[in-house]
């Protein structure tokens, strides 16, 4: 008997290994997905830090985009609201449907408060008293948030709802909502509210208190996930915003459309399929070094120097993966013409990554030549004369 435990302990432990193997196998080889390994109709994977796009389906496709909108809804009040301002509920916000925090009309509450109830539960009656607080009515909080959205890049994307219940004109695209996040990631409110695994609230009145969960499961599904948020309607499916940092990379996904009940898992099997890809392949590269780059010397006409030294004050890194073919352009005049000054720019190297363009590093003299005139002609002519010197042209 005892026999038999031994061999049943080290059959199991041999599985467990195959298996852990096995896992980190799929994840160091993974491949770009094929459009029909997604759930999802439409997503798209994001070099959160250049806003590059590294994979997508359908990523510029306009769909509803159910409670994502939080997120822009949330970056919004974070940048125009004043977060301890006090929020009177209005009958409207009250008669939000569910998912709802339950707030009663002529209750008030502080308005950073009401960002977790907003982005760890995603309640639809906070973000309605919310966008009546910040813009004075909902109508007009949505047109801000579009126009705002406009200025990170967002062509196809219209905010009718300020929390992504199903209206006629509400829509966006797994690129834009990408781009979205891209910004909203850059403050560090915004990043704390939705890694915060719960919140306490009540009214300003004491009389009510709320414990509040985050329902992002993707938290702690995935090294080194920070969120970002989930969604789901009728229309819009099961959606679902990402974001993961790793290694000073940070990942963002977007994916739409990613089924219907009962298939609440498949936003997280096709997230953790676009993160693997991303996390196994995509790693920063030094493509150009400003010390090991090599640059020419130019001439210049009518210098007292005829050479001047060129040199780049920047090197670039960027995030590629392998058999990407990266090259570079130098946009460097032959002749420069004095008078030359020292640090000026006068060109640029620009670096192409598949044949686009990923940057464009100025090109700086290291040297300065001043024009020869006249008078420095004769006063150098003077000089080698009084000097018993034999004077040739320069």
Same mark, same amino acid.
């Given at each position: ?16 290994? /195959? ?22 109709? =439409?997503?798209?994977? /994001? ?37 301890? =301002? ?58 801000? /948030? ?51 695994? =719960? ?16 329902? #992002? ?5 995935? #090294? ?55 996390? =196994? ?114």
């Amino acid at each position: 008997m005892k026999k038999q435990k031994i061999i049943i302990i080290f059959l199991t432990t041999i599985l467990i290994f /195959m298996n852990n193997y096995t896992i980190c196998y799929a994840i160091n080889n993974q491949e770009i997905p094929k459009d029909n390994e997604l759930h999802a109709s =439409s997503a798209l994977l /994001m070099d959160g830090d250049s806003g590059r796009v590294l994979y997508e389906k359908n990523g510029y496709q306009s769909l509803p985009m159910a409670s994502t909108t939080k997120i822009m809804t949330c970056l919004y009040t974070l940048e125009h609201g004043d977060l301890s =301002s006090l929020v009177t509920v209005s009958s409207n916000a009250a008669s939000a449907p569910q998912v709802k925090l339950g707030m009663k009309a002529g209750e008030t509450y502080q308005l950073g408060d009401l960002l977790y109830s907003l982005m760890l539960e995603s309640h639809n009656d906070t973000a309605i008293a919310i966008a009546e607080a910040v813009e004075g009515s909902v109508e007009n909080f949505c047109k801000k /948030m579009t126009k705002e959205a406009k200025t990170f890049g967002c062509k196809e994307t219209c905010f009718k709802t300020p929390n992504g219940l199903d209206e006629k004109g509400h829509h966006t695209t797994a690129y834009e909502l990408a781009l979205i996040t891209r910004e909203a990631l850059k403050n560090d409110t915004f990043r704390k509210i939705i890694k915060t695994p =719960s919140y306490e609230l009540e009214n300003t009145e004491g009389s009510r208190h709320f414990s509040l969960t985050n329902h #992002d499961a993707f938290l702690s599904m995935y #090294d080194g996930a920070i969120g970002v948020k989930t969604g789901f309607t009728g229309k819009a499916g099961y959606c679902f915003v990402g974001a993961v940092e790793s290694e000073g990379r940070t990942f963002i996904t977007a994916v739409l459309a990613s089924g219907w009940p009962p298939h609440k898992s498949y936003k997280w099997a096709d997230t953790k399929k676009l993160m693997d890809y991303a996390v =196994s392949n995509y790693h920063y590269k030094t493509l150009l070094d400003k010390d090991n780059y090599s640059l020419p010397e130019i001439t210049v006409e009518n210098g007292r120097t005829k050479l001047c030294q060129l040199y780049l004050k920047d090197s670039v890194s960027f995030l590629t993966k392998d058999k990407e073919i990266i090259h570079f352009e130098q946009n460097i005049p032959d002749v420069l013409t004095a008078p030359v000054k020292k640090n000026t720019a006068i060109g640029n190297v620009t670096i192409y990554l598949d044949d686009h363009v990923i940057a464009t590093v100025p090109v700086y003299t290291k040297n300065s030549s001043k024009k020869i005139t006249f008078c420095y002609c004769f006063k150098t002519i003077l000089f080698y004369y009084l000097n018993g010197f034999t004077y040739e042209s320069p």
